[in-house]
């Protein structure tokens, strides 16, 4: 018999609801979607318009689903999406899109349109969970009547601006707990072998194979190395297993995959990888290199349009 490698489930059998159930059990709420993101949303209502475009609700808790927009919104300027919290528990994604916007946005103003959502799944913040409460990934459910409802209300907001977006940029980390709990998690989940990998040490980006940006990559790379450490390739020239297309950049499907930075259109998309558990990186390091890299992103979308 194949010995269990996590606490729910029966190896080689997919989770059905009671194990669904089960996993649901196991989660705390263990920091405040309210006092960390909302909080520092509603700090911004004097210089940006803020919207709920939707909420939710879950028998364990319920959410509003919050957008930061240019105040001033011109039509005639390109469009600029930020994105953050599409996993939950990834803190500087959320925490970098928030210093973004209060440091740095109004750099743009006159120059483009920016719609920020910092925080795509509150559920999975105060858990610092990747999934939903439906033990759902909502970065592989940007689909087409999607399951997800985080996933389900993003791809709402930016249906009406599709084919208006220059740039989207999705912030992200790769953290040591991926190979302690959430790829075990997703092997036991769906009835399948768990294999190990191994974790980056550093900042990566992934591009979109099926619409190559590489200048615009290693503009966001040049931006953030200089916050913090670039992540290098492993020794079989991979990073979290995929083939290293350039210097901190591996590709993956955006839209096949169903993943965020996939939903815009946008002719520049790129998902940001730090890497909070390095030994050389500091929290705000973290949400500085995210900063960095949303700064890098805009100014080379704008300058090559």
Not at 234 to 245: C, E, K, M, N, Y
Not at 253 to 261: E, F, I, W, Y
């Amino acid at each position: 018999m194949t010995a269990a490698f996590y606490p729910i489930g029966t190896p080689g059998q997919a989770w059905g609801a009671q194990e669904r159930a089960q996993w649901l059990a196991r989660q705390r709420v263990q920091r405040s979607h309210a006092d960390e993101v909302v909080a520092k949303i509603d700090a911004l209502r004097g210089r940006f318009d803020v919207s709920q475009y939707g909420q939710l609700d879950y028998s364990s808790g319920h959410y509003p689903l919050l957008a930061i927009r240019s105040r001033g919104w011109d039509d005639a300027l390109p469009v600029i999406l930020v994105t953050g919290g599409v996993h939950g528990y990834e803190t500087s994604g959320v925490q970098g899109a928030l210093k973004f916007v209060d440091r740095h946005a109004a750099d743009h103003a006159g120059r483009c349109n920016l719609l920020v959502v910092p925080c795509v799944s509150p559920w999975g913040y105060e858990r610092i969970q990747r999934w939903n409460a439906l033990a759902l990934d909502p970065n592989r459910s940007f689909v087409i009547d999607s399951p997800a409802p985080e996933s389900a209300a993003l791809m709402a907001l930016v249906a009406p601006l599709r084919g208006r977006f220059l740039m989207h940029i999705d912030l992200h980390e790769t953290t040591d707990t991926d190979e302690s709990e959430f790829r075990p998690a997703l092997a036991a989940r769906d009835g399948k072998p768990f294999e190990p990998g191994e974790i980056p040490d550093g900042f990566y980006l992934v591009d979109d194979s099926e619409n190559r940006q590489p200048a615009f990559q290693q503009a966001v790379i040049e931006a953030v190395a200089k916050v913090t450490h670039i992540a290098p390739a492993d020794g079989d020239g991979r990073i979290i297993g995929s083939p290293v297309v350039a210097h901190g950049v591996i590709e993956y499907p955006l839209k096949a995959l169903g993943l965020c930075a996939g939903i815009s259109d946008a002719r520049y998309t790129t998902t940001t990888e730090v890497y909070p558990d390095s030994p050389k990186a500091t929290p705000e390091q973290c949400d500085d290199a995210q900063v960095a890299a949303v700064r890098g992103a805009l100014e080379y979308a704008l300058a090559h349009g």
